[in-house]
């Protein structure tokens, strides 16, 4: 494989993983329809991802998970269980699409960059609901499912047919997280 078809394929994988930060299933629901319609070539261990049965199931999962969401108090207990969740699916992402490496490479890569994206940006979404939970009493959470489904809906799409860009919203919403945590901080110092 070229070395741009590898850096292609990492780019598409850290997308997805972003997009798993936002909704599980629904990037995985995306990588199988991928899959399934030959859009994308997954890692040949990983080709059952683009089964009939996968999108299927991913499907299912994704319609549990965004409706979940829409129910209060329960989307604080899906936020609980989807970190873990999300960095592993980070994780499987950047595996199954990263192909022609050596597995150690491959691992590494994936849990580092694929789990490591997910997990940030799972994290600050579950903070961001928690916060909208105790300060609106959980009113304001439907929009914050309705922004995160649409943003991972766009993250896995854009990650399938421009990994590039993928990988550059990636790099802009890291951007924003440090920008956010440096004015939390800022704020939160004793001042001397």
């Given at each position: 494989m070229e070395t741009f078809e590898i850096i292609l394929s990492a780019f598409l994988g850290v997308g997805l993983a972003a997009a798993v930060g936002f909704r599980v299933f629904l990037p995985l629901l995306v990588l199988s329809l991928a899959g399934y319609f030959n859009i994308i070539t997954l890692n040949e261990s990983w080709e059952w991802a683009g089964s009939l049965t996968a999108v299927i199931t991913m499907g299912v999962a994704?319609?549990?998970?965004?409706?979940?969401?829409?129910?209060?108090?329960?989307?604080?207990?899906?936020?609980?269980?989807?970190?873990?969740?999300?960095?592993?699916?980070g994780t499987a992402v950047m595996v199954a699409t990263v192909t022609d490496l050596s597995p150690v490479i491959t691992w590494a890569l994936a849990i580092i960059a694929g789990g490591g994206t997910a997990a940030a940006i799972k994290g600050n979404t579950s903070a961001?609901?928690?916060?909208?939970?105790?300060?609106?009493?959980?009113?304001?959470?439907?929009?914050?499912?309705?922004?995160?489904?649409?943003?991972?809906?766009?993250?896995?799409?854009?990650?399938?047919?421009?990994?590039?860009?993928?990988?550059?919203?990636?790099?802009?919403l890291f951007f924003i997280i440090f920008r956010f945590y440096k004015k939390l901080r800022k704020k939160h110092l004793p001042r001397t």
């Open positions: 994704t319609l549990f998970e965004i409706f979940g969401y829409y129910i209060p108090w329960i989307d604080n207990l899906l936020d609980t269980i989807a970190l873990p969740l999300a960095t592993l699916a961001v609901r928690l916060t909208s939970s105790t300060t609106t009493g959980g009113i304001a959470n439907p929009v914050l499912t309705t922004v995160e489904t649409g943003t991972s809906v766009v993250m896995a799409v854009v990650s399938i047919f421009l990994p590039i860009l993928a990988f550059v919203l990636v790099v802009f």
